[in-house]
């Protein structure tokens, strides 16, 4: 019985290990409060932590200092084109407030839930439209 009992064990801690891996590797677009502002002579440019070291990047050459703390998330989307896959983030401001920010992904991004219509997440929450 202890053979049994040890096999279990050892796939239980198996399949925890999987299911960590899977919530690792899902992500989603960054909340405005981790979005970085930098005036850089064309406006504004963006940038915000991502995993594996990567960074999402953005800029607005009409923005105003004031628009990034005016914006919520609006939408995320999921772009492939000849050369490259990336995910876009909308955020809009009840103005003309918009900042964009988009990660290039390798392999291309694939949605994750039920928030998401094809390539398209349009909910006022980013945590919902996750992606791996």
Partial sequence: MT??????????????ALMGNAYAATTACP???DIKQTADGNGFSYTAAAPNGQ????GNPM????????????????????????VAC???GKKDEAVRMSLTTKPAAKPVGT?????ECKE????????E
């Fill in 31 to 33: 909340a405005v409060s």
């Fill in 63 to 86: 923005a105003d200092e004031s628009d990034l703390k005016n914006v919520t998330f609006k939408m995320a989307a999921i772009r492939t084109n000849a050369s490259k896959t990336f």
């Fill in 115 to 119: 928030a998401w219509k094809g390539n």
């Fill in 3 to 16: 053979k049994s009992l040890t096999t279990m064990s050892a796939g239980i801690i198996t399949m925890m």
């Fill in 55 to 58: 960074q999402w990047v953005g």
């Fill in 90 to 92: 909308d955020y809009e």
């Fill in 124 to 131: 006022n929450n980013q945590e919902l439209c996750t992606f």
